[in-house]
């Protein structure tokens, strides 16, 4: 088991930039695969990238390539996500989530265990 708590949201202009961090918690971080999704008022939990095992490998969301980068600290049991250039239609809840398949995926539900979300707001 693992338990996630995000960090780093804020209220930022628009071509900002923002990092958020997830931590994990356990000795085991290194055995997940992460992603990390957003959800916007009235909208549903939306993929926006995820990250293999050693972090050798990526997948975004079509929204955000070339803007945004996720990585992993598995010594630090962290996951990054670097956002650049941000956009009035980022503003959402971020979430990380963790799943123990090493296949990445976009969907949700295929994650096991999620963090409460860190709210990013970007303002135009």
């Known amino acids: 088991q693992v338990q996630l708590v995000e960090s780093g949201g804020r209220l930022v202009q628009a071509g900002g930039s923002l990092r958020l961090s997830c931590a994990a918690s356990g000795r085991t971080f290194r055995g997940y695969t992460m992603g990390w999704f957003r959800q916007a008022p009235g909208k549903e939990r939306e993929f926006v990238a995820c990250?293999?095992?050693?972090?050798?490998?990526?997948h975004y969301a079509d929204s955000v390539k070339g803007r945004f980068a996720i990585s992993r600290d598995n010594a630090k049991n962290t996951m990054f996500l670097q956002m650049n250039s941000l956009k009035p239609e980022d503003t959402a809840v971020y979430y990380c989530?963790?799943?123990?398949?090493?296949?990445?995926?976009?969907?949700?539900?295929?994650?096991?265990?999620w963090g409460q979300g860190t709210q990013v707001t970007v303002s135009s």
């Open positions: 989530a963790a799943r123990g398949s090493p296949v990445l995926t976009t969907s949700a539900i295929a994650y096991d265990y």
């Open positions: 990250i293999s095992r050693s972090g050798g490998s990526t």
